[in-house]
């Protein structure tokens, strides 16, 4: 299994550009998560998933980040415009029940800086 | 969402002291893991504990989850180097938005 692959690994941004960030689950697992993690403010849940619907999303800063999974093996945050504060790594995991309450697998990240 | 808090954030100690690190809550959860995160990876977890005062072995590392089940503690015998890194509990509920992970502890292990 490859686990959850995100890409890209590093990106490095201007202030104000769309910045895209791609997460693929494990195949079969039925919830998927976005964290962003910054030293400040620890590993912060952003909005999670159960079967491609968002059902808690709460934890989004404001409205200039927004998710989509369009399906169970592809899902997508985006953030426009950039600013510098949302500079941070960002991790998308996955979890085979739907609801989350079992094991998280965590993909490497995406380091985000934007300048 | 519920809080956790765990304490200390930072520890550094040299090879082969023993330590304890704690995971409190004011909430009670229906379960409680423990993961560890190194340096550029995502956390991997290490441990979950369901019933109170249960108690898990994981070689070195002794993880005990509170009575009430609102507080955890993981306790290294011996660390070494390769315990380096920051140690996330996360609390599991049975309502409201029960999905939450520490603030971490920082741990470093001189060899």
């Known amino acids: 299994d490859a686990g959850v692959i995100q890409s890209p690994r590093h990106e490095v941004t201007e202030m104000g550009q769309e910045v895209t960030l791609r997460c693929k689950p494990i195949s079969g697992h039925n919830s998927l998560f976005w964290y962003r993690q910054t030293m400040m403010r620890g590993l912060e849940l952003l909005i999670y998933?159960?079967?491609?619907?968002?059902?808690?999303d709460s934890g989004m800063p404001e409205d200039r980040f927004s998710a989509k999974m369009p399906n169970a093996s592809f899902s997508t945050l985006k953030i426009q415009p950039s600013e510098p504060r949302d500079s941070a790594v960002y991790f998308c995991a996955s979890s085979l029940t739907a609801g989350g309450r079992d094991t998280q697998y965590f993909g490497p990240g995406t380091r985000l800086t934007v300048l | 969402t519920q809080l956790l808090e765990q304490s200390p954030q930072f520890l550094s100690i040299q090879e082969g002291e023993n330590l304890t690190v704690y995971c409190n809550s004011s909430?009670?959860?229906?379960?409680l893991q423990w993961y560890r995160q190194e340096p550029g990876e995502g956390p991997v977890l290490l441990v979950t504990v369901v019933t109170g005062g249960e108690v898990k072995k994981l070689k070195r590392l002794t993880f005990q989850f509170g009575d009430a089940r609102k507080d955890s503690s993981l306790h290294i015998t011996a660390a070494q180097p390769g315990d380096t890194g920051l140690y996330l509990c996360?609390?599991?509920?049975?309502?409201?938005?029960?999905?939450?992970f520490g603030g971490g502890t920082r741990l470093m292990v001189k060899p």
């Open positions: 998933f159960n079967n491609n619907v968002p059902i808690d």
């Open positions: 996360r609390g599991v509920a049975n309502a409201g938005n029960m999905l939450t």
């Open positions: 909430s009670v959860f229906s379960s």
